[in-house]
């Protein structure tokens, strides 16, 4: 099971930290990633972390500004996001994979939480 919490709104420009609890698997052997999905659009990747948390892998729109970290004694995985724009607006979920964190395929993760909104507005 995984569990999102951290959403909410923000103004453009500002900052939020998601973070994913997980439970009833073992955390610490399977990589992680952040999706999003915004109304009327395809769930596109956002971020993912290997399971030892050394290797991470972005999206091009989120680069900079995105940083995922995990902690496996808590078997917790957080995306950090700074500089928010109205375009970040999207339901963000995260998911465990045992693929290869390159493979940015939604089709790639086995375990998906049920997300959480984040809406940037002023």
């Known amino acids: 099971q995984l569990e999102e919490s951290g959403g909410g709104l923000v103004q453009p420009g500002g900052s939020l930290r998601l973070s994913c609890a997980a439970s009833?698997?073992?955390?610490?052997?399977?990589?992680m990633g952040w999706f999003r999905q915004a109304p009327g659009k395809e769930r596109e990747f956002v971020a993912a972390?290997?399971?030892?948390?050394?290797?991470?892998n972005y999206a091009d729109s989120v680069k900079g500004r995105g940083t995922i970290s995990r902690d496996n004694a808590k078997n917790t995985v957080d995306l950090q996001m700074n500089s928010l724009k109205p375009e970040d607006t999207a339901v963000y979920f995260c998911?465990?994979?045992?693929?290869?964190?390159?493979?940015?395929?939604?089709?790639?993760?086995?375990?998906w939480g049920q997300g959480t909104q984040v809406t940037i507005s002023s």
């Open positions: 972390i290997t399971a030892n948390g050394i290797n991470k």
């Open positions: 998911a465990a994979t045992f693929s290869t964190i390159a493979d940015t395929s939604p089709s790639a993760y086995a375990y």
């Open positions: 009833g698997f073992t955390f610490s052997t399977y990589h």
